[in-house]
T-cell receptor, first 113, second 118 residues
Framework: ETGVTQTPRHLVMGMTNKKSLKCEQHLGHNAMYWYKQSAKKPLELMFVYSLEERVENNSVPSRFSPECPNSSHLFLHLHTLQPEDSALYLC????????????FGPGTRLTVT | AQKITQTQPGMFVQEKEAVTLDCTYDTSDPSYGLFWYKQPSSGEMIFLIYQGSYDQQNATEGRYSLNFQKARKSANLVISASQLGDSAMYFCAMREPSSSGSARQLTFGSGTQLTVLP
């Protein structure tokens, strides 16, 4: 049983589409994260929400728009994406206090055509 | 400059043997944390082990141990008695205080692909 779930697991979208990725954590954590993992590149941190406030936005293009309505849910809204945005998008959660180990969801494999 | 360096893109190990995956890091902050994650082909990142910069002893979790050498800034992962299911990508990561102060980010290395041979 995984504490962090992500839907959908796979998504194919055109450059003019609008879609959303969903993440839900069942671990009682108070911080959530979006990462992008492209082939042959290290994980790139996109956004961090701590206590439901966005605290980090690592120069991510505006075609990616995060939303954190509560401490258990995190969304990534996508619009007018580019083919280079094709990647694995991973959501994670953690407790801000303490070691801060992050627990990841299974990811959404996104393909932009 | 890279903060986390994993110099082994790929490693092979015979089943039941031990293997060491290398990780070096760079930070000027005295308070930091080091993590290892496993990523099977399914994509999910699985947390394996954690070492705090002030921890006196090397961390161990079952067959995983972390060889922490602070002066050398290295945090190698040792997997004992390798199993076929250990074949995966392994990432070293470091936690530092973030600029905002309210959440702490992880910086990941480029990973090592481990293949366990029968």
């Amino acid at each position: 049983e995984t504490g962090v779930t992500q839907t959908p697991r796979h998504l194919v979208m055109g450059m003019t589409n609008k879609k959303s990725l969903k993440c839900e954590q069942h671990l009682g954590h108070n911080a959530m994260y979006w990462y992008k993992q492209s082939a042959k590149k290290p994980l790139e941190l996109m956004f961090v929400y701590s206590l439901e406030e966005r605290v980090e936005n690592n120069s991510v293009p505006s075609r990616f728009s995060p939303e954190c309505p509560n401490s258990s849910h995190l969304f990534l809204h996508l619009h007018t994406l580019q083919p280079e945005d094709s990647a694995l998008y991973l959501c994670a959660s953690s407790q801000v206090e303490g070691p801060n180990e992050q627990y990841f969801g299974p990811g959404t494999r996104l393909t932009v055509t | 400059a890279q903060k986390i360096t994993q110099t082994q893109p790929g490693m092979f190990v015979q089943e039941k043997e031990a293997v060491t995956l290398d990780c070096t890091y760079d930070t000027s902050d005295p308070s930091y944390g080091l993590f290892w994650y496993k990523q099977p082909s399914s994509g999910e990142m699985i947390f394996l082990i954690y070492q705090g910069s002030y921890d006196q002893q090397n961390a161990t979790e079952g067959r995983y141990s972390l060889n922490f050498q602070k002066a050398r800034k290295s945090a190698n992962l040792v997997i004992s008695a390798s199993q076929l299911g250990d074949s995966a990508m392994y990432f070293c990561a470091m936690r530092e205080p973030s600029s905002s102060g309210s959440a702490r980010q992880l910086t990941f290395g480029s990973g090592t692909q481990l293949t366990v041979l029968p």
